[in-house]
């Protein structure tokens, strides 16, 4: 048999083929894809979300409006417990405390008394909303969280346990102390914010947390504030000038859910009426100052228009009328 001749050797690529241009010298006619039938659907931009929106029929969501408000202060629990003078009605105390029972159960011995506060507003939100815990549980509700001042005692007391004796575990004395109590006594697992500043701040929270209803990162958001006093009295004392008397400890909650409705938010450095009309019933309560005015503009079945005002700097958030009726 003749030989075989030895297989040629092929290159693992492909030879390069020049540098000339590859692009076709003109386009070829192709059949085109046809007009779809009279029965099939055809593409409309924007349709899936439309079809995805809480009232197809009636326009997509937009924004949120408030379905709860629980508000707990020095003068008792709701907006009827405020007096129509809050520094008659004070009678020259320079700090009116918020007193809770505590709650039973071993996770909450050594908890400070400002996450025992949250606990209990936000029970007076879901009370006020005629809603039970399952109502905001779950990675679809957001929590926004604000103070300016209720993390000082924790900080105050860790500080003083060398000499008192006292325990607090560190943890404690951080700000995220209390938005986590609450998050894990309610089961929120959705995304959370905390802020940290005077009236202004929360403000600003009810428009964070509006913002996140309406770009559906979630379905329905808490905007809680807790303010504690007492035990850095001696402080405000010596500071008296930068805060009016009588300080009142606060605790208070916002439910915010879908709706068409979006409320404007702006920023000015001018006082507006409500303001001081809150802070003339409830006294100074800082950051929960706006959350207050909210439960007393829906109690009377007007407009919801919030302002806060921190360090010069006012904030304000508005709804449509129906944004602050009750279901």
């Not at 129509?84 to 320079?94: C, H, K, M, Q, S």
């Not at 916002?254 to 068409?260: E, K, T």
């Amino acid at each position: 048999m003749p030989a075989r001749r030895a297989a040629r050797g092929r290159a693992g690529h492909r030879r390069p083929r020049g540098s000339g241009s590859r692009v076709r010298p003109r386009l070829r006619a192709r059949r085109c894809a046809g007009h779809a039938r009279a029965r099939q659907s055809q593409h409309v931009a924007r349709l899936r979300r439309l079809e995805c929106s809480a009232d197809p029929g009636g326009g997509r969501v937009s924004g949120a409006r408030v379905a709860a408000v629980g508000v707990l202060t020095g003068w008792g629990e709701g907006i009827g417990a405020l007096p129509d003078d809050a520094e008659r009605a004070a009678a020259g105390r320079p700090i009116l405390p918020l007193r809770i029972p505590p709650r039973p159960g071993e996770r909450f011995r050594r908890a400070t008394r400002e996450c025992l506060l949250g606990l209990a507003s936000v029970e007076a939100m879901l009370e006020d909303g005629g809603l039970g815990r399952d109502a905001i549980a779950g990675d679809r509700s957001a929590l926004v969280f604000v103070t300016a001042a209720a993390y000082g005692s924790a900080n105050r007391a860790f500080i003083e346990s060398t000499t008192t004796g006292a325990a607090l575990h560190f943890p404690y004395t951080a700000p995220s102390a209390v938005p986590a109590e609450v998050a894990i006594e309610f089961r929120l697992t959705g995304p959370y914010v905390i802020l940290i500043g005077g009236a202004a701040a929360t403000v600003d929270a009810l428009w964070q947390a509006s913002t996140l209803v309406e770009r559906g990162v979630a379905d329905r958001a808490v905007v809680l504030a807790v303010e504690t006093f007492e035990e850095c009295g001696s402080l405000y004392a010596r500071g008296r000038w930068l805060s009016r008397r009588p300080l009142v400890e606060a605790a208070a909650s916002a439910l915010l859910v879908a709706a068409r409705e979006k409320p404007v938010y702006r920023r000015s450095r001018a006082a507006r009426a409500g303001m001081e009309s809150t802070r003339r019933r409830a006294g100074e309560t800082l950051a929960c100052e706006p959350l207050i005015s909210l439960a007393l503009a829906r109690q009377r079945g007007h407009p919801t228009d919030v302002s806060g005002q921190w360090r010069g700097q006012v904030a304000t958030l508005s709804w449509p009328a129906v944004a602050s009726q009750r279901d």
